[in-house]
């Protein structure tokens, strides 16, 4: 039975007044779905922004993993170099080896050069010999580079295993095999002789020094002359022609090694002109990349010692390789032994007189950043020549000496030995002894009192008294309390074991410039026009005759004229000549190659005042080494010899005298 009750709630409906159902009211519009609205449109530039910032993040992401793994290959690149030889251990802890005490001070490096004897020459004993010893010093203080090569046939005292005594008097590069092991014995034979402190040891032999050349994609160098030995002649085989020029690995060992026409000073020239090309080659080629490449290269035949052994810190690395990288112009320091005689024991045998070695050593430590300018201006008028600071004179000078060693009287002698130089010398009172607190000092120090003003020159002074082993640092809380009983001089003085007790006269550190003299040249245009004029056709721009020449001097009979490409699309005339002095060569270079590495960063300019024509000059150590003219696409150049030995004014007037050749 059905009931309207059940019928209306089954319909879910009101009733009306009958009893019945009223349906729901139909709906206004269909049925529809709901839809998100869509994002407004973007515009190109929104979506090119999020496409770069996509990019640029993966670009970090993969830039920061390269450099990570760099710095970590770089790390164990570094491992890999450090001393893991029986010898270079030994020679870490050779007392010699002093640590840096951070890598904004000055370091010094002993760079060791030396071949291997494989094969038939092992089978005959002949074992390694040393065959290259250079110093290299880096100032960060003053962005200086000095670098300092003793010739291999240098008669010293050779000392071997960190002994105060001399066990020979030979040949400088007999220590290698004398002593055992070598790198100790060239380490402490060159430490007793310069009384150097040492704060590295590298050693490479010449399969490390190939790789690295090659691994730099070769070095740019101007090979003052015709090389040539034929192989299987008994001595090394070379073959290089005259010219500014690549060499590469082989090339440029045969090239620093040669001695066999000239001999061992021209040898150390080479070596050390070879070294600066290196840095312009580094300058240019080294990058962020391209450094655990090339340090890796070098595994194997290259050992860098310091202090204690171990790994050398990043942060020195990045230090001294980045002085050598942007090192101003006229900072590069090539110091030589001067008054080198015979001995007269064997034909290539030299020796050297102590005064002489310390007066290179000052030169080597004291670098003298005005030099270059000064020697210019020397020879080129200059508006305002560089003022050198005055030296402290030693009577300005109030030190007190302490002894750094068991050697009892030593801090009472050497204050008496200061006094008899003009030193002002204070002392302790008498119940305290002049004894520095117990270390065991192997350098001397002098420490100065940062307050009083002058102090740090006072102990600069003092420092080139004691030897150039003493050592500068500002006055520890230790040492003050010793000032302050001795009444706060200057400076104090703790001597150390490896002071020899004579005091070294002071002088100013300011290295005088070449002595101004006439320019030594003949007027002789035809001594090299004709030969010109046969290989005008070969060059690209047009060659200029040297109308005035060294006054000794010839066109050489080998290759005295040479058209070459140093480089890709450039073209260089080449002329070789010779002095009176015999295999001693200077040239003039021209080519259309106008940024060439070898003229970067002149040290100065001069304009001739005859002519309007505005010359580079590159000034090292004193010396004019190049001067350069440029014209239209074209640059003609002036290098000086090997040793520099053709004066500034000579150089000065070759330069001037270069004329075009008539068309």
Known sequence: MRTTTKRGLGR????????????????????????????????????????????????????????????LYGHETLGALAAHSEGAKATSKDKAVQPIASPTQPATALIIGYDTRKGVDAALGQQSRSDTIILVRGDPTNKTLSTISFPRDLVVPIYCGGSNVPVATDRINSAWATCHPGEQGTLDTVAHLTGIPINFVITIDFHGFKLLVNKLHGVYVDVDHRYYIPPNSGTSAIDLHPGYQLLDGGEALSFVRFRHTDSDLYRNARQQLFLDAVKSRLATSLSLTSIPGLVGALKGSVEVVQAGGGALPMGVIQSYVGLGYKLPPGHLFRVTIPNLTDCGYLAAEVCASPADVQAAVSDFTHPDVTLSQRANCQVIACKKAPTVAKALKPSEITTLVLNGTTQAGLALNTSFELAQAGFHTVHLPASVPA???????????????????????AAQTLQQALGAGAKVAPLSATMATFAEQAGNPLTVAVIGSSFGGTIVNPVEHVQAPPPKEPAHVRVDPALTQSQIEAVRSQLPFRPYVPTRVEASSNLSTQEGVRVFKPAAHHKELALTFYTGAGNVYWQVIETDWTDAPALRNPTGKYRDPSTGRNFDV?????????????????????YNTLRDELSNETMLAIARGLNPLAK
Do not use: C
């Open 435 to 457: 004894d520095a607190p117990p270390q065991d000092y192997y350098n001397s120090y002098v420490y100065y009192d940062p307050v009083q003003p002058n102090a740090k020159e």
């Open 618 to 638: 590159y000034t090292a150590s004193g010396h004019i080494h190049l001067i350069a003219y440029r014209h239209g696409n074209a640059t003609y150049w002036v």
């Open 12 to 71: 879910a409906a009101t009733l009306n007044g009958d009893g019945r159902s009223v349906l729901p009211p139909a709906v206004l519009e269909p049925m529809r779905r709901y839809r998100q609205p869509p994002p407004p449109p973007r515009s190109t530039r929104k979506l090119v922004a999020k496409i770069f910032g996509w990019i640029l993040l993966a670009l970090l992401v993969v830039a920061s993993g390269l450099v990570g793994g760099l710095y």
